[in-house]
């Protein structure tokens, strides 16, 4: 019998990139509609797996990032009051598709050998993390500073910063998630 197999990559596939417009408000919007689907969709399958292999710290981490994800969409939105419903990004459709894709694999390799998919649960959290603070919400931000509009070019540092503390946050729950797998192996 064949073990389904998830990749590293293939948990990567579960994230979409934000698109930056030559239009500030599409590039809000595209914002928005990305950080309301980590808030929404992403992070909570993440915590979903986290309880499902029986971590309930790593679960309530994922849950917490999922919180603050939302409230950078709000920060967003309050600058930006016409967003309303964003438009679905093609790579945000993409994500979640990916996502629907595994989910059914996941739940079958979660039981049979959790602490697989949550290490790279984990991993796949911190590259995105990184890949949001330090090379998407950059160019936003500096596309706002171009602009002149120093309103948003805060709010972007703001949600920089918080997206490098995430990053953090996941860094040191793998680091101790390997350290507490390695002594129990
Ligand atoms: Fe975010
Ligand atoms: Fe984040």
Redesign the pocket.
Same mark, same amino acid.
């Not at 979409?16 to 980590?38: H, P, Q």
């Given at each position: 019998m064949s073990m389904p197999e998830i990749t590293e990559d293939m948990i990567f596939e579960c994230f979409a990139a934000a698109r930056k417009s030559d239009d500030m408000g599409k590039t809000a919007s595209s914002f928005v509609d990305v +950080?309301e689907y !980590?808030n929404e969709i992403m992070y909570p399958e993440f915590a979903r797996w986290a309880s499902k292999a029986g971590h309930p710290d790593l679960a309530k981490l994922f849950r917490k990032v999922a919180g603050e !994800?939302k409230l950078?969409a709000v920060w967003l939105r309050e600058l930006y009051s016409d967003i309303g419903t964003p438009e679905r990004g093609e790579d945000t459709q993409r994500a979640i598709d990916a996502l629907e894709t595994i989910r059914a694999n996941c739940d079958e390799l979660i039981a049979m050998n959790p602490d697989s998919v949550i290490e790279k649960a984990l991993m796949v959290a911190i590259r995105v993390e990184e890949r !949001?603070y330090l090379d998407i919400y950059p160019r936003f931000r500096d596309q706002a500073l171009a602009n002149n509009d120093e309103a948003t070019a805060q709010v972007y540092q703001r949600?920089i910063d918080? +997206?490098q503390q995430h990053a953090e946050w996941f860094q040191g729950a793998l680091d101790s998630y390997r350290e507490t797998h390695l002594q129990m192996a």
């Amino acid at each position: 019998m064949s073990m389904p197999e998830i990749t590293e990559d293939m948990i990567f596939e579960c994230f979409a990139a934000a698109r930056k417009s030559d239009d500030m408000g599409k590039t809000a919007s595209s914002f928005v509609d990305v +950080e309301e689907y !980590e808030n929404e969709i992403m992070y909570p399958e993440f915590a979903r797996w986290a309880s499902k292999a029986g971590h309930p710290d790593l679960a309530k981490l994922f849950r917490k990032v999922a919180g603050e !994800e939302k409230l950078h969409a709000v920060w967003l939105r309050e600058l930006y009051s016409d967003i309303g419903t964003p438009e679905r990004g093609e790579d945000t459709q993409r994500a979640i598709d990916a996502l629907e894709t595994i989910r059914a694999n996941c739940d079958e390799l979660i039981a049979m050998n959790p602490d697989s998919v949550i290490e790279k649960a984990l991993m796949v959290a911190i590259r995105v993390e990184e890949r !949001e603070y330090l090379d998407i919400y950059p160019r936003f931000r500096d596309q706002a500073l171009a602009n002149n509009d120093e309103a948003t070019a805060q709010v972007y540092q703001r949600v920089i910063d918080s +997206e490098q503390q995430h990053a953090e946050w996941f860094q040191g729950a793998l680091d101790s998630y390997r350290e507490t797998h390695l002594q129990m192996a």
